[in-house]
């Protein structure tokens, strides 16, 4: 039967299963692979997986419950291979990488944040600083104006847009990274400027928590930062 692979550890951490199930329905029993240096929490895999609220709880109490006791790889949801076997051979092969990460991530949670910025208030924020969007924009309401004017105000504004959310993506992430130990940055979707994780040592979550709050009252009302965590490293693995 194939197996489900929850987190990679070492064989020194307390492994602390009591009480969790793994995936499935019925849900599977967990169990651990065992190298000489790293073990890995596993349970046989359900035929058909999907991503269901009851196993995706499931994946995130066994790494939830493991954080607790120590530091931990977390594997992301859905992870499976052959047999215990095909688990025990990738421990071995890489258990300088895998116990270099560990080492990396000890002490350490994950925070995800997404900004975005209200798009009126971004548009009116362009009128007001561009003379070039505002007289184009004047021109367009007084009607008068060509039929590529609008076009032409519309390509100014996209450009202006991109322009100023990279800068304040920058900007962000200039202000809290030197409270991280690293970030993860991906492409930002929808109307967000801004989507990283941060590695964030536990003795300083306090002071990285108060310098985003901190950004988030100095950019105003018009900005939406959302800051979720703390989590298991999944973006540092």
């Known amino acids: 039967m194939a197996v489900y692979v929850y987190s990679i550890v070492l064989a020194t951490h307390p492994q602390r299963l009591d009480g969790l199930h793994g995936v499935g329905d019925p849900p599977a029993t967990l169990r651990t692979v065992h190298t000489e240096v790293l073990s890995a929490v596993v349970s046989d895999a359900p035929e058909e997986l999907r991503p269901k609220r009851r196993d995706l709880g499931a994946h995130q109490a066994v790494q939830e419950q493991l954080m607790a006791d120590g530091t931990v ?16 051979a990738v421990l071995e092969d890489g258990t300088d990488n895998f116990s270099e990460r560990l080492r990396v991530l000890e002490g350490c949670v994950e925070y995800h944040l997404k900004a ?3 798009e009126d208030a971004l548009l009116r924020q362009i009128l007001q600083e561009s003379d070039e969007a505002r007289e184009l924009n004047e021109e367009i309401r007084s009607g008068r104006s060509s039929p590529e004017l609008p076009l ?10 991109q322009a100023r959310q990279e800068r304040l993506a920058v900007e962000v992430l ?3 990274r030197g409270f991280a130990r690293e970030e993860r940055s991906s492409q930002p979707t929808g109307n967000d400027f801004l989507n990283v994780s941060f590695l964030v040592e536990r003795d ?20 939406d930062l ?4 703390p989590l298991p490293a999944y973006s540092f693995v």
């Not at 959302?226 to 965590?229: E, I």
Request: net charge negative; no cysteine.
């Open 116 to 118: 975005a910025q209200d």
């Open 226 to 229: 959302r800051l979720v965590g």
């Open 204 to 223: 300083n979550e306090k002071t990285f928590l108060g310098a985003e709050q901190d950004i988030a009252k100095e950019l105003g009302e018009d900005f």
């Open 152 to 161: 032409a105000l519309g390509e100014l504004v996209s450009q202006e847009v």
């Open 73 to 88: 790889l977390p594997l992301q949801f859905g992870f499976t291979t052959v047999d215990d076997d095909a688990v025990r």
């Open 174 to 176: 200039d202000a809290l």
